[in-house]
T-cell receptor, first 116, second 106 residues
Framework: GAVVSQHPSWVICKSGTSVKIECRSLDFQATTMFWYRQFPKQSLMLMAT?????????EQGVEKDKFLINHASLTLSTLTVTSAHPEDSSFYIC????????????FGSGTRLTVV | KNEVEQSPQNLTAQEGEFITINCSYS?????LHWLQQHPGGGIVSLFMLSSGKKKHGRLIATINIQEKHSSLHITASHPRDSAVYICAATGNQFYFGTGTSLTVIP
């Protein structure tokens, strides 16, 4: 079945540093990638939608200069959390439209970010 | 009020029981998704529905467009079904329910 590989699975970083999260579609082309954030005991929140070769569309309230999204190829999208702060600590997960998931969406395994 | 409401929030069942999780939405949608999130955080997409009913193994998902309601059923539940089940509606944007935490006891 289709797989989206997300790395790293967890990361701890110091305040003020930047962290890059990668999502790769391994056996299909992901023309659209979605990035979500999930705080403890809460549901997913869509942060942005990216289409290969174009700028990402950010949801209301999500700072595009803080959460940089790059979708330079049909198999790779990256989310960079710039100048991270403790309040950015969260679970970040991507999903790609395509592949053979039950809904046509395939999810990465998620990245748990802790900013200290 | 959330655009997507799920019930129950928490559910404990004995192995073998028939389980139903409900989802109601208040916005116009193009599709309704059911997702399964395991304790480690990984998410599996189970179903996408725009009408009727879909079945995959022991899982059945139904949707009633007129009533803006969807249900996820699990037959012959098993401890490995223990997870958080999330209902998500897609229309102009994604709307997520808060999830139903299911624990199936052996």
């Amino acid at each position: 079945g289709a797989v989206v590989s997300q790395h790293p699975s967890w990361v701890i970083c110091k305040s003020g540093t930047s962290v890059k999260i990668e999502c790769r579609s391994l056996d299909f082309q992901a023309t659209t990638m979605f990035w979500y954030r999930q705080f403890p005991k809460q549901s997913l929140m869509l942060m942005a939608t990216s289409n290969e070769g174009s700028k990402a569309t950010y949801e209301q309230g999500v700072e595009k200069d803080k959460f940089l999204i790059n979708h330079a190829s049909l198999t790779l999208s990256t989310l960079t959390v710039t100048s991270a702060h403790p309040e950015d600590s969260s679970f970040y997960i991507c999903s790609a439209r395509g592949g053979t998931g039950g809904s046509g969406y395939t999810f990465g395994s998620g990245t748990r970010l802790t900013v200290v | 009020k959330n655009e997507v409401e799920q019930s129950p929030q928490n559910l404990t069942a004995q192995e073998g029981e028939f389980i139903t999780i409900n989802c109601s939405y208040s916005v116009g949608i193009s599709a309704l998704h059911w997702l399964q999130q395991h304790p480690g955080g990984g998410i599996v997409s189970l179903f996408m529905l725009s009408s009727g009913k879909k079945k995959h193994g022991r899982l059945i998902a139904t949707i009633n467009i007129q009533e803006k309601h969807s249900s996820l059923h699990i037959t012959a539940s098993h401890p490995r079904d223990s997870a958080v089940y999330i209902c998500a509606a897609t229309g102009n944007q994604f709307y997520f329910g808060t999830g139903t935490s299911l624990t199936v006891i052996p």
